[in-house]
């Protein structure tokens, strides 16, 4: 436990402060959250270190970074209501929760749902909501939502994500013309206007539904 607790703090240090990351609670979810429960059990060696990491079905956990970056570039206050597409390993949505937002996940593969929808309650995340559906289309029973944060590219932004997200509100969405070769976007919507800001090159696993590949 020792050596996880020091990979965790030299994680934030090394690989976020060091970074930019400036969010004392992104900081802190992040120093606190075992990540490397949330990947295989052969690569847990591996969950501190600055890459991402497979986690079956195609999907990867996202690379530190990444996680910290998308997190803080929303913005969010304890409080607010949160959705994020593709839970996949769920540690995003435990970093989520750790920053006292209110979290809605949606995951489209059943086998990844299971599996993280259970790692989620063992560790204590009993309030994140979790739903096995096409994330392309939302959640729109539970909407609107002051931010949502999406873990996959496509080649735009997917239109019922856009109507549930609040006015004001921001959405952090990596999009791309190619797979697996996107461009990082914060949008946000305000008096029902929406702007964009690039937060540069990103590589995520492909966002597939209705309004995806």
Known sequence: MIDKRRSRERMVREQLVARGITDS???TAMQKIPRHLFVQEALQAQAYEDHPLPIGYGQTISQPFIVALMSQIIKAEPGMKVLEIGTGSGYQAAVLAEMGL???TVERIPEL???TRKLLRDLGYTKVRTKLDDGTMGWPLAAPYDRILVTAGGPGIPEPLADQLADPGVMAIPVGAS????????MK?????L???NYGKVVFVDLVGNHGW
């Open 189 to 193: 919507k305000q008096d029902g206007t």
């Open 113 to 115: 749902y299971h599996h």
């Open 25 to 27: 609670a992104v900081l």
């Open 195 to 197: 702007s964009y800001e």
């Open 179 to 186: 797979r697996r070769e996107q461009e990082l976007y914060l």
């Open 102 to 104: 209110d979290v809605y």
